[in-house]
């Protein structure tokens, strides 16, 4: 129990100090403490009889009291301020907003405090008390048993411990049980805590943890329904013993959904915290689809070896799923223990093969990050953030910091945030170059007009076209306006996009036992990484060869190019789709899938669909009024082999970029610029081989006809 400090109104005698001479009450502090706590009562908390405070409080305030009158401070240099209205002087507790976290450096060294005169205030910053994370060990013994229609999973803790959860571990892929757990403190009498609790792992989501409520147990008994479903081997399990774990405090924030895409089994979504810096404590999707189970992954854009790529933060697993007639367990929060680089959270959700997951709205909150000041008089005061250079300040109050660890809280939020009117308005990247080298486009073969919907950063996905006909690593890309190139960013996001294939049978009528798909890609060229297969038969077993035939330019003859060698089965409850890993994309547009049947009938395949990988360029279009669609003058330029990759100075302000938010610009259409005229557009598309086969036949014919008008010319009859 926290000591109090009874003290009066002080005597005659002694004189309490005035709120103008603070060396009074330092003096105090210094050689006479106890009657310090009795005059800085008096100076916080008026004279009016007799006051109950507790200990360390009074010798915080003490402390806060004697430091005075605090400095002025030059606002000016300093780019954002926000009022908070103190409505009445004391020891106040505030916690900063996403907006304040994000203004200010990561490391908040250069947040300010100013009272209404203008002079700096001293504060601290407070965290909770860690928690010392709980502890695993194993059971002192696990068993299971089978009968006829359960499992049962009998476990012997070993210790006197409270225990937090039990976790079970097995290594089978994909299952839906009900389970009842019962505890027991010697083995003979049981207690129920769970009946028809869900048991699962489906899609990556799993629940395999049973809650026991910091209790002491000795014996475990966990029963699993396989009546409806086989039985599922359990290995072991993991008991989490009782931590230090204190109450968890959490605010919630504000979000804004910017954007939701869907690719090749996930959907995307793009939400802004209001501000950088922010630390997460959860994530909550409201939705409302009966039946799922979905895995989550949360990541942020970060720039890597000059390419813009996607870095994960986290991930949980959200569900809704019922059995056996038991309501549906539930749950749609996602802890997370991650503080965010950028304004911007990436979502990936995982969909497989089922349908995406529709999300109404996701909401989020954070562990606070409190500032604690003390308030000497009611007034609006400032709170500075935007220093690019200013080293953290150095209170006395440093020390006071676990003192004042648990002091309640207010409901004070710094309003918005507005520049500083003393401070020229800066845009973070207004000084970023729109303009690059000059480019010479004829060795380039194509281009396409950019469509822009407004001017900022810009994100551009690059098509089929581009991605088919550019380098394989994407050196020879140029955006272009009136004739000097546009610095961008470019991104490789851990995103794959889908398109369906047309796939048609092409058997051979010399090989009857052997099965032949020939399939069709939009385009030749394209780095397609993945190829998924459906089939409607629901029994066989295949040894499968993906490939393509390619043409021999030494030999002048079609070979074949393996891709992907797999099996593939299908069997009662399991028609799964198949998915083949590419070792390499394919060159031509055109690629053949075959299997020896044996002695079995033939399968039916239903659908083929490419994966393609998503690649993007990050840059900044002219500011000002709006753009007009498509912009003037603005180009991508590819289908260059020979380019080597561009280096752009915008990578030194790749954060900037990478944490503004962006604008969507599309590609128009394509058109053909190598050759410039009737030979280019002859020979465009055409092999290479076949072009060099057919330019060595020009230059025969052409030394033929030369030969044969040297040679003499024979006697004329009768000469």
């Not at 700096?120 to 928690?131: G, I, L, M, S």
């Amino acid at each position: 129990m926290t000591k109090t400090l009874r003290r009066c109104k002080p005597g005659p005698s002694a004189p309490p100090p005035t709120r103008s001479d603070p060396r009074d009450v330092c003096h105090l502090i210094r050689d006479k403490p106890r009657r310090c706590f009795s005059r800085v009562g008096s100076l916080l908390f008026g004279s009016g009889g007799c006051r109950a405070v507790p200990g360390v409080a009074v010798a915080v305030l003490a402390f806060f009291a004697a430091l005075g009158s605090a400095r002025a401070l030059e606002a000016t240099e300093w780019k954002n301020r926000q009022p908070l209205v103190v409505e009445r002087a004391g020891l106040l507790k505030i916690a900063l907003p996403p907006e304040t976290l994000g203004l200010a450096r990561p490391g908040l060294e250069d947040l300010r405090l100013i009272d209404p005169a203008g002079r700096e205030v001293p504060f601290v910053f407070t965290r909770p008390a860690p928690a010392v994370p709980p502890t695993t060990r194993a059971p002192l013994s696990f068993r299971a048993t089978l009968t006829d229609s359960t499992t049962q999973l009998l476990l012997v803790t070993g210790t006197t411990t409270p225990l937090a959860a039990v976790t079970l571990v097995t290594p089978a892929p994909g299952f839906l049980k009900a389970a009842r757990l019962e505890i027991s403190a010697d083995g003979e009498r049981w207690e129920t805590l769970a009946e028809s609790a869900a048991l699962f792992r489906q899609f990556g989501a799993q629940q395999l943890r049973f809650d026991l409520s910091r209790r002491t147990i000795s014996h475990l008994r966990i029963t699993l329904d396989d009546s409806r479903s086989r039985a599922v081997p359990f290995t072991g399990a993991m008991l989490e013993l009782t931590g230090s774990t204190p109450p968890e405090v959490t605010l919630p924030i504000a979000l804004r959904l910017v954007r939701r895409e869907e690719f090749a089994g996930e959907s995307v979504l793009t939400l802004d915290l209001g501000g950088a810096h922010v630390p997460l404590a959860s994530l909550e999707f409201a939705t409302s689809e009966p039946l799922f189970a979905r895995t989550v992954t949360f990541a942020a854009r970060e720039l890597r070896d000059d390419v813009a790529v996607e870095r994960t933060l986290g991930s949980g697993s959200i569900w809704k799923v019922a059995v056996d007639g038991a309501p549906p367990a539930t749950r749609l929060d996602v802890p997370v223990r991650f503080t965010t680089p950028l304004r911007e959270l990436i979502v990936h959700v995982a969909n497989g093969d089922s349908p995406p997951l529709g999300i109404e709205r996701v909401t989020a909150s954070q562990h606070p990050h409190w500032l604690v000041f003390r308030a000497s008089e009611a007034g609006t005061y400032t709170v500075l953030t935007g220093h690019p250079q200013i080293a953290a300040p150095r209170y006395d109050l440093a020390s006071l910091a676990t003192a004042l660890r648990d002091t309640l809280p207010t409901a004070l939020v710094p309003g918005p945030a507005t520049p500083n009117p003393g401070y020229r308005v800066v845009d973070a990247l207004a000084d970023t170059p729109l303009r690059g080298a000059v480019l010479d486009p004829t060795p380039w073969g194509f281009r396409k007009p950019v469509q822009l919907a407004a001017a900022g950063v810009q994100q551009l996905e690059l098509d089929l076209d581009v991605l088919a006909r550019a380098q394989p690593g994407l050196a020879d890309l140029r955006l272009v306006r009136a004739g000097a190139q546009v610095p961008y960013l470019l991104e490789r996001p851990a995103l794959s996009r889908s398109s369906p294939l047309v796939i048609t049978p092409a058997d051979d009528p010399k090989r009857p036992r052997v099965s032949r798909w020939q399939i069709k890609f939009p385009r030749a060229g394209l780095p397609v990484t993945r190829l998924t297969l459906a089939s409607s038969t629901a029994l066989f077993q295949r040894r499968l060869r993906l490939f393509e035939k390619i043409s021999d330019e030494r030999r002048g003859e079609a070979v074949e190019r393996t891709l992907a060698a797999v099996e593939w089965s299908h069997s009662p409850g399991d028609t799964r789709a198949l998915t083949l890993n590419l070792a390499a994309p394919p060159v031509a547009d055109v690629i053949f899938l075959e299997t020896d049947n044996g002695d079995n009938p033939p399968i039916a395949l239903t659908s083929a669909q490419a994966s393609y990988p998503v690649a993007r360029l990050l840059f900044k279009a002219e500011s000002g009024p709006p753009v007009e669609t498509p912009a003037p003058g603005l180009a991508l330029y590819y289908g260059h082999r020979a380019a080597a990759a561009p280096r752009y100075d915008l990578a030194l302000v790749a954060g900037q970029i990478l944490a503004a938010e962006k604008s969507l610009a599309t590609l128009g259409v394509e058109e053909q610029l190598r050759g410039g005229g009737w030979a280019g557009k002859l020979f465009a598309g055409l092999p290479a081989g076949w072009i060099l086969w057919g330019v060595l036949a020009l230059v025969v014919i052409g030394l033929l006809v030369v030969v044969a008008k040297l040679l003499p010319k024979p006697p004329a009859t009768g000469a």
